[in-house]
């Protein structure tokens, strides 16, 4: 893995987070257009899982998910500051900080 491959990781995973943070606040959103129907028919008794019961379980893992990735991104940006910081010229540190930790463009 190059240097410049190293540092990117964090960019790649933040993107990936933000990707995941979508597809929860889409499955929240499907879980709030919950609709009910009315009618005076009796009702079968299913042992399946409903709708609304399968997304939140769903949300619930995808947030998970994310947890985990957030602490692999933190995990990971402390691993590049210590690498950036063995940089022995503090400009050079400042511009690697602002362009793999901030996600700065050059």
């Known amino acids: 893995m190059t240097a410049k491959e190293y540092l990117s990781q ?4 933040d993107k990936r987070i933000d990707s ?5 606040k889409s499955l929240n959103l499907l879980a709030t257009k919950c609709t009910s129907t009315l009618s005076d028919m009796p009702k079968s008794q299913s ?12 949300i619930v893992d995808l947030q998970e998910e994310i947890n985990r990735d957030i602490d692999s991104l ?22 690697l900080e602002l362009r793999y930790l901030c996600f700065k463009t050059w």
């Open 20 to 24: 995941k943070i979508e597809q929860l």
């Open 74 to 95: 933190v995990d990971l940006k402390r691993d590049i500051v210590r690498t950036i910081k063995s940089v022995q010229n503090p400009e050079y540190q400042i511009i």
């Open 47 to 58: 042992a399946g899982n409903s709708r609304l019961e399968d997304t939140v379980v769903k």
């Open 10 to 13: 964090a960019y790649r995973l």
